[in-house]
């Protein structure tokens, strides 16, 4: 028994130290959950709800084989102690070790529920021993209002059942608050004493479905985050060739122009427009459908220019004299001839 000579008193005050640690924790007087202070307050009640956990396990106090009304008044206070733990163990801020801080708070939680269910301590549904993945339920994704409908249907259960579990809850806290001074005062017989730990077991229960449900959800955003900074591979049986580096030229628009500019830098070499698609083509960049007749960078401007030159290189009467009379124009009329919008 836990009241057992050397075992029960000791116990008692590590279960005792933790819930009271818990408690402070709780009521939020501290300025922040990441202060040294309140980091020291979730280790010590994490080491004394610990030695206290292995000691009721040494005492063998609980077994799912045994009845409610097998267990003694004086032990029941003892039941909640998992939930305790997981309850603590979600204090801890440390970033780095938060998935594996949810993991064993969920596993607290979870064996806390299997052992209320065992007893028949409320009338509740066991979550899972372990939270579903996406790609474990099975169930298509909603995509149209054929699935749109059972959603809003589970939402507004799910919804329904949070009101009355809060409902709940909050009147067990209401008469745990009106019987806690008679049971520690030591004016409670044994079954108000009985009935006091029950509802501390009661009210555990709703507190650790609640804290199951956030924990799921939680841990699915970090393992999403956890897949997306992980590097995409690349598709099976695939693997890019490394590319040749260029090397530097001097890219002309034409023969002409790249013997002229050769002559000058003799050092660097030259390269038509052409040519340098050609080579392109060759190293597997572009193919010669959808290499383009232009230099990269050249606008329909530039290009326009580039070929009226062109044209007058090569002595074509109709752009030498479109050129002439363009010039012809300029003499004789300013520039901005015409344009009266802006003279008021």
């Known amino acids: 028994m836990a009241e057992g000579p050397g075992a029960g008193p000791r ?18 007087t501290e300025p922040s959950s990441g202060a040294p202070a ?19 396990a040494q005492l063998d106090l609980f077994s799912e084989n045994e009845e409610l009304e097998e267990i003694a008044s004086a032990d029941l206070k003892f039941l909640p102690l998992p939930a305790l733990l997981g309850a603590l163990t979600l204090k801890q801020v440390d970033l780095n070790k938060r998935l594996e801080h ?7 939680f979870w064996r806390f529920l299997k052992l209320c269910s065992s007893y028949g301590l409320g ?25 749109a409908q059972p959603n809003l249907v589970a939402m507004a259960s799910s919804r329904q059942a949070k009101i009355e579990r809060y409902k709940q ?13 008679f049971v520690e005062g030591g004016q409670a017989d044994e079954d108000q004493i009985r009935e006091f730990y029950t509802l501390q077991i009661r009210k555990w229960i709703h507190t650790s479905l ?37 090397k530097p030229f001097i890219l002309t628009r034409d023969a002409a122009q790249a013997r002229v500019f050769g002559a000058g830098y003799p050092g660097l070499p030259t390269m ?35 070929q009226q030159e062109k044209k007058e290189e ?19 009329h300013p520039r901005g001839y015409g344009n009266r919008q802006n003279m008021g």
């Open 123 to 147: 009338s509740f549904q066991l979550p899972p021993a372990s939270p579903l993945r996406e790609e474990d339920t099975g169930s298509p994704a909603p995509g149209g209002p054929a699935a």
């Open 38 to 56: 309140v980091q020291d307050k979730v280790r010590r009640g994490l080491e004394a709800l610990r030695q206290a956990e292995a000691m009721v």
């Open 11 to 28: 116990l008692a005050e590590l279960l005792e130290t933790g819930r009271r640690l818990w408690e402070e924790l709780d009521s939020g």
């Open 210 to 246: 609640e804290e199951i449900e956030s924990i799921d959800q939680e841990m699915v955003i970090l393992r999403s985050r956890g897949s997306a900074k992980q590097p995409s591979a690349p598709p099976h049986g695939t693997s890019r060739q490394p590319r040749t580096p260029l």
């Open 314 to 332: 090569e002595d074509d009467e109709e752009a030498l004299q479109k050129a002439r009379n363009w010039d012809d124009w300029k003499d004789t």
């Open 169 to 181: 809850k909050k009147e067990l806290e209401n008469k745990l608050a009106s019987m806690q001074s």
């Open 102 to 108: 949810l993991e064993s708070a969920r596993t607290h």
């Open 272 to 306: 038509t427009v052409d040519d340098w698609y050609e080579q392109r083509r060759r190293q597997g960049v572009v193919s010669a459908q959808s290499a383009p007749h232009r230099a990269p960078g050249i606008t329909d401007e530039e290009l326009q220019k580039q």
